[in-house]
């Protein structure tokens, strides 16, 4: 589906710049036909892989397949620094330039001079320290996701109505946020009757994302 997407705003000249996936919840993205797609029209792939820091992808760690993969270390992140985040790349040029605006842009000369702008997002070598220790407790957290997730599902898994999102065959689900659906009619409540049901134990529940990107793959299908 993606790839005729692509191939269609191909035939009217009109091609992204770049293309941005989005590894939702503590698990992957199918990466392959993305990418597979991606190659062909020579599109750089870029990896929002805020949420999925530890899962895998047929083996690999997902944020490490495109031009860019980045990481969020956030205060609500499987690990964190309190904020901030990780660029990875496998392009020296374009690291350098992300370095450069993240510092502040300040031109290559002995006096402060900015032609262009930049922004104060650099990670305070303190963080790092932080980011550093926690990356060695990452499977630990991994684990204790995943045992919370057998928890709920073991618990809540057999409801009328209640199902939870599966671990997708190719690869290994951190499980950052349990998720699970529930089917009004079939459970007996709807999901805000429940959210308000737990919020009154002090057990916090939100909505999961709005699909947007649904809304875009429409936009482009049909342009
Ligand atoms: C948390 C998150 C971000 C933002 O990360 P920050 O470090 O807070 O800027 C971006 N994308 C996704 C999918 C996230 O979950």
Not at 74 to 91: C, E, F, H, P, W
Not at 162 to 169: C, D, G, K, S, V
Request: charged fraction near 25%; charge should be neutral.
């Amino acid at each position: 589906m993606f790839r005729e997407a692509l191939d269609k705003r191909a035939k009217l000249g009109n091609l992204p710049k770049a293309v941005v996936i989005v590894h939702l919840y503590g698990q992957s993205c199918d990466i392959d036909p993305i990418l597979e797609a991606c190659n062909i029209y020579e599109i750089p792939l870029i990896e929002d892989a805020a949420e999925s820091l530890g899962a895998s992808y047929k083996g690999r760690s997902p944020g490490s397949f495109g031009k860019i993969g980045i990481f969020s270390f956030n205060g609500n992140k499987i690990i964190t620094t309190s904020g901030g985040g990780m660029l990875v790349y496998d392009d020296q040029t374009l690291v350098e330039k992300a370095r450069f605006l993240a510092t502040q842009a300040r031109d290559p000369a002995p006096h402060y001079q900015h032609s262009e702008i930049g922004y104060n997002y650099r990670l305070s070598n303190v963080l790092v320290g932080i980011g550093r220790g926690q990356l060695r407790v990452l499977e630990e957290r991994v684990e204790a996701r995943r045992h919370n997730f057998d928890f709920y599902k073991q618990a809540l898994g057999n409801l009328p109505g209640i199902e939870f999102m599966p671990e997708a065959a190719f690869g290994k689900s951190t499980h950052w946020l349990s998720c699970l659906t529930i089917d009004p009619a079939a459970f007996g409540a709807n999901r805000e009757e429940v959210r308000l049901a737990l919020a009154e134990e002090k057990i916090e529940a939100r909505p999961v994302w709005k699909p947007l990107i649904y809304n875009l793959f429409l936009l482009t299908v049909n342009v």
